[in-house]
Each structure stands twice: as structure tokens, then as C-alpha cells.
């Protein structure tokens, strides 16, 4: 009779743990940076033409709002990058971080 | 029978194999982005070819397959370890094609485990098989990894549709988007990614099973690594049956199961890579077939109205129960075709070759290519909303 308790249920538990985690994260970032996209775009629209003072602010909402996108899209970036690097120390050709 | 052409026959048959494996998962990450027209579907193939040839070359470590460790026999020292190993490969092969024929997303790996734990049972009795390592190993993940995968693309989901959610009255008044579409750029990435993790699992598990084979007949010593054109071999296999694109399976994973939409697309293909590169990481080999079909059936299950189609769920979760039997049984019964003696090998290659007609036959009755994967769909939407003079220009260059 196979012995359940033989199992390694808290390394499944790790690996459902860190599947929901990662998917959230990288998720709700890439979300969010699409959000402020198309509101720095939308900004742009209104300030395009604009000399008034509520132009100025409209390009600084616009850029501020750029900015957090890219910055949350760079945080989607590095999640890529560090699965690359998974898969690299997975196969060997890089040694794991904190290996001797 | 002369040893030099077992070899070159059960190197062949693996190729074959290798080469069904391409073209069978090359639905795990391009069904998605073709179905929201994140990419074209010979784009997005080349895309997943490219990446799984590149997956192959980045595997160095010799033969991880688990399939060793869920059998008690050493395959390398075993006296008829060749044509066990070509029965083993030719269930798999057959269940792969029977599935790919049938459109279902069944697990390549589950198949060559099933052929070669068959194959071992007609070879070496039930003592040879290690029961708990199957269960562990094999039965357990197959049974949590798309459920592990579901939830975390229904959560991803739900938050990537929160995040960008706009009512109407506003996108109305202030003429905003949600600018959903852009998760389309996102999903080249995310998709790529899980090709690239393909490549690296499964191209190795051919690339072991041949090491395997010139090992037990003595063409390589034990101690050598895989031989340098062993990898290109197993590459170019994988790269050019995933550049075939297994256009069936990719209609039923990007159409069939649920209406996807690029948010959709994107959450279900991180979910996939997160938890494909997170058990790897931890030590365990899940099926990529597994993980992406739950991770789809978990986003069609996040979007606000959307539906999952349970019917073509179901056909594909018997399909996943059927794998490591029906393959083992196909194992098992070549493998006492192989032991007739003088001829065994021979029937089971013409049997074999025979079957394979008769599945392409059959698929050339009702041929499914890119042009059958949703994408004209999508094609028309956009010359739907062309401007004038795009229209004018497009009209032009048409005529």
C-alpha cells in the first residue's frame, strides 16, 4: 500500500505557493502599467495644443503617470529575466546564488 | 539482429518521437497568443520553434528524465534495454499521434513514461516497476499541477481585469480605453518563455533515452555525457515538429476550451511559467501540457461573463487518466511483438509504420492548418476597423 505520508507536501504546497505569488505579482503590475499607460495617453490627448497652465499639468500628470508604467513594466521585465536565470541554474549552466 | 541497426532504428523512432513532441505541445504556449492575435500563427510557431531549439541546447545535464527512477531495471546494463526502450517509444508515439489526431492536449512525457513503464512489464515482470515512485512522481503532480496552474490564472485574472477595469460612463465621458490590448505585447514574452521552458524539459528526455540506448549497447561509455550530436539531433527534432504546429491541439487549447481574450492570454501563460519554472526548481517534472490547459481553463473562469466549454474540458481530462495506461499498454504489446523471434522487430516496425499512415490518412480527411485557428477571426475584426485611406491602400496592394 503506498505510504502517503512519504510524500513531500510541503515542497507542493512551495510550488503552489510561489506559482499563485509570482502570477499575482507579475499580473497586477503588468495591469496596473497598462492602466497608467492609457491614462498617460489620455493626458497627452488633452494636453496636445494646450499653452494654459491646466497643459502643464496635464504633461506632468502624463508623465508621472509614464513614468510608474514603465517602472511597473520594468518589475514584469525583471520576472522574465529571473525565470531565464531559473532556467539557466535548473540546467546548470549557472551555478545557484549562495552555491559554493 | 545486427546491433548497429537497433541502434540506428531506435535513435530514428526517438527522433520521431522527439519530433511528435514538438508539434504536439506547440499548443502549451502559442495557443493562447494566436487566439487573441498577439501573434500570427506561422509567427508564433517559428517564435516557439526557435525558443525550444534554443531550450534544447541549453540543457546540459545528462538524462534528468524521472522515467529511470520509476523503474527498478538499469536500462544502460539491461541485456534487451534497446528494444525495450523502441517498444517503450513506439506506445508513445502512437498515443501521441491517436491524441494529436483526436485535438487533445495530452501529456508527451505521461506518454513515454506510460510506453517505457509497459515496455518494462513485458520485458522484466512487475517487479522491475517502482509503484510509488509513479504515484509520487507522476499521478500526484498530474492530478495538482492544473489545478495549482487554474488558480493562479483565474486569481491573475481577476486582478489584471480589477486593475484596468473602466466603466463605461467613463471611458464614455473622458473617451479613455482600458487598454486591454496591450497585454497582446505582453503575451509574446510570457508565451516565449513558457516555449523556452518546454524546450529545455522535454527535448532532454529524448536526448536521455538515446544516451540510454548507446549506453546499453555499448556504442558510448558510461561515464560520457550526452554526445554532441546526439543534442543537435534531439534540437533540430523538436524545433522543426513544434515549427509543424500541432494545429489541432492548438484550436482546442485557444478556442475550444474558452473564448480567450489577451488579459486572459497573458495571466494564463505567467501562471503556466511560474508554475512550470517553480517545480522545476523545486524538483518536480510537471506535465506542460497539464499546466497550460488548467492554467486556460482557470482564466476562462476569471474573466467576468466568461465560460468555460466543461464538455471539451472533460474529453481532455479522460484524455490526461487514458495517457500512462494506453500508452503502456501500446508499450507492452510491442514489446511482445518484439519478442517473436527473428522477426519481432521487424513486424513492429511495419505494424507501426502502418498505424502512423493510418492516423495521417485519416487527419488528411479533415485537415486542420493555421488558417483554422481562429486568426481569420481576427484578421477580419481588424480590416473591419481600418481607416479610409488604410482600406484605399490595402484595397491597392490587393489588387
Known amino acids: 500500500m503506498f505510504d502517503l505520508s512519504t510524500i513531500a507536501w510541503s515542497s507542493f504546497l512551495e510550488v503552489a505557493g510561489t506559482a499563485l505569488g509570482f502570477s499575482a505579482v507579475i499580473a497586477l503590475a503588468f495591469a496596473l502599467g497598462v492602466r497608467l499607460l492609457t491614462n498617460a495617453q489620455h493626458s497627452a490627448s488633452l494636453t496636445k495644443g494646450k499653452k494654459s497652465q491646466a497643459g502643464s499639468k496635464n504633461a506632468q500628470i502624463e508623465a508621472l503617470n509614464r513614468i510608474g508604467a514603465y517602472l511597473l513594466f520594468a518589475v514584469c521585465f525583471s520576472a522574465l529575466a529571473y525565470g531565464l536565470y531559473l532556467i539557466l541554474v535548473i540546467d546548470g549552466i549557472l551555478p545557484a546564488a549562495g552555491a559554493k | ?399
Not at chain 2, 486572459?264 to 523545486?282: D, M, N, P, R
Open chain 2, 1 to 399: 539482429m545486427d546491433p548497429v541497426f537497433i541502434v540506428a532504428l531506435v535513435v530514428v523512432i526517438a527522433l520521431f518521437f522527439d519530433f511528435t513532441n514538438g508539434f504536439h505541445d506547440t499548443a502549451n504556449a502559442m495557443a493562447t497568443p494566436i487566439a487573441t492575435g498577439a501573434l500570427k500563427p506561422k509567427t508564433a510557431v517559428a517564435i516557439a520553434a526557435l525558443m525550444n531549439l534554443a531550450g534544447a541546447f541549453l540543457s546540459t545535464a545528462v538524462a534528468k528524465t524521472i522515467s529511470v527512477s520509476m523503474l527498478n531495471v538499469d536500462l544502460s546494463a539491461f541485456k534487451d534495454g534497446a528494444i525495450l526502450v523502441l517498444a517503450g517509444l513506439t506506445g508513445a508515439i502512437l498515443w501521441n499521434l491517436a491524441t494529436w489526431l483526436l485535438g487533445l492536449p495530452s501529456s508527451s512525457s505521461h506518454a513515454l513514461f506510460g510506453g517505457l513503464i509497459g515496455s518494462t512489464l513485458a520485458y522484466a515482470g512487475a517487479a522491475a516497476i517502482n509503484g510509488d515512485k509513479i504515484i509520487e512522481k507522476v499521478l500526484i503532480p498530474a492530478i495538482l499541477a492544473p489545478v495549482v496552474a487554474g488558480i493562479a490564472a483565474w486569481f491573475a485574472t481577476r486582478l489584471a481585469y480589477i486593475a484596468t477595469a473602466r466603466t463605461q460612463a467613463t471611458r464614455k465621458k473622458s473617451g479613455i480605453s482600458t487598454g486591454r490590448s496591450t497585454f497582446k505585447l505582453g503575451q509574446v514574452f510570457s508565451s516565449s518563455l513558457v516555449a523556452l521552458a518546454h524546450g529545455t524539459n522535454d527535448a532532454q528526455k529524448t536526448m536521455g533515452v538515446i544516451t540510454l540506448v548507446l549506453i546499453a549497447t555499448g556504442f558510448q561509455s558510461k561515464d560520457a555525457g550526452v554526445a554532441v550530436w546526439v543534442i543537435f539531433a534531439s534540437a533540430a527534432a523538436i524545433a522543426l515538429g513544434t515549427y509543424m504546429g500541432g494545429w489541432r491541439i492548438i484550436k482546442t487549447l485557444g478556442a475550444g476550451l474558452s473564448e480567450i481574450k489577451p488579459a486572459q492570454g497573458f495571466a494564463a501563460e505567467v501562471a503556466s511559467g511560474s508554475t512550470i519554472l517553480a517545480s522545476s526548481a523545486l524538483g518536480f517534472a510537471l506535465s506542460t501540457t497539464q499546466v497550460s490547459s488548467g492554467a486556460i481553463i482557470g482564466s476562462g473562469l476569471g474573466r467576468k461573463g466568461g465560460a468555460v466549454k466543461w464538455g471539451k474540458a472533460g474529453q481532455i481530462v479522460i484524455g490526461w487518466l487514458l495517457t500512462l495506461p494506453a500508452a503502456g499498454l501500446i508499450g507492452a504489446l510491442s514489446a511482445y511483438i518484439t519478442m517473436i523471434p527473428g522477426v519481432g522487430t521487424l513486424i513492429l516496425l511495419v505494424a507501426t509504420s502502418a498505424v502512423v499512415w493510418v492516423i495521417w490518412r485519416i487527419s488528411q480527411r479533415n485537415k486542420i492548418n493555421h488558417q483554422h485557428v481562429g486568426v481569420a477571426a481576427v484578421e477580419t475584426a481588424g480590416k473591419a476597423v481600418l481607416s479610409p485611406k488604410k482600406a484605399a491602400k490595402a484595397k491597392k496592394g490587393k489588387n
